[in-house]
């Protein structure tokens, strides 16, 4: 995957971008931290993940959390195909399974099918972000900012997908 600039969508702010590990972000600014992980794929109601994103934005001033996905994600597919017993890929493998079958995503042509898996995850992860009091709370009173975006290889472009509790885009708003 090409180097992804997301200055444009950073703007000034102190800003946390999570994303998957395949994914090559330029690290724009100071201010700027990237925390990574398989597939973009948070874990619900993960302690660990609540105190590691309240650093960010309580030690570190975040005012603006991106979540960034991509396609061609070979974590994601390894995850899908994985037999492993790992209780964090076991988690992440059921929720894709129940995402696919959800949609019905097996009628649909396999370009789109991956287009649309990865667009439903990183809507879910913006979602469960939303799920912490404290980062719901803080979105509300307008003290921090989530966006969604997809990182689009062939042209190295970004589009903005979800923000602040909003679904921007028509493939899966027309689901």
């Known amino acids: 995957m090409h180097q992804l600039d997301l200055t444009p969508v950073i703007g000034t702010q102190n800003t946390l971008i999570i994303s ?24 619900d109601r993960d302690p660990s993940l609540a105190e590691n994103i309240r650093y960010y934005i309580e030690g570190k001033g975040c005012t603006h959390i991106i979540i960034a996905g991509h396609l061609h994600c070979h974590a994601l597919e390894y995850i899908r195909l994985s037999k492993s017993c ?12 129940d995402l696919e079958s959800e949609n019905h995503l097996n009628l649909i042509h396999p370009n789109v099918r991956e287009r649309f898996i ?6 879910r992860q913006t979602n469960l972000l939303m799920q912490y009091d404290f980062i719901g709370k803080k979105v509300l009173s307008g003290g921090l900012s989530i ?10 472009s970004i589009q903005k997908i979800y923000l602040n509790g ?6 899966v708003t027309n689901n």
């Open 20 to 43: 998957c590990v395949e994914c090559n972000i330029v690290q724009p600014a100071e201010g700027v931290y990237v925390y990574t992980c398989l597939a973009t794929a948070l874990q």
């Open 86 to 97: 790992d209780s964090t890929i076991s988690s992440i493998k059921s929720y894709l399974n």
């Open 118 to 123: 990865a667009e439903l995850n990183v809507i």
């Open 147 to 156: 966006t969604g975006i997809m990182c689009l290889e062939q042209d190295n």
């Open 166 to 171: 909003m679904t921007m885009n028509t493939l």
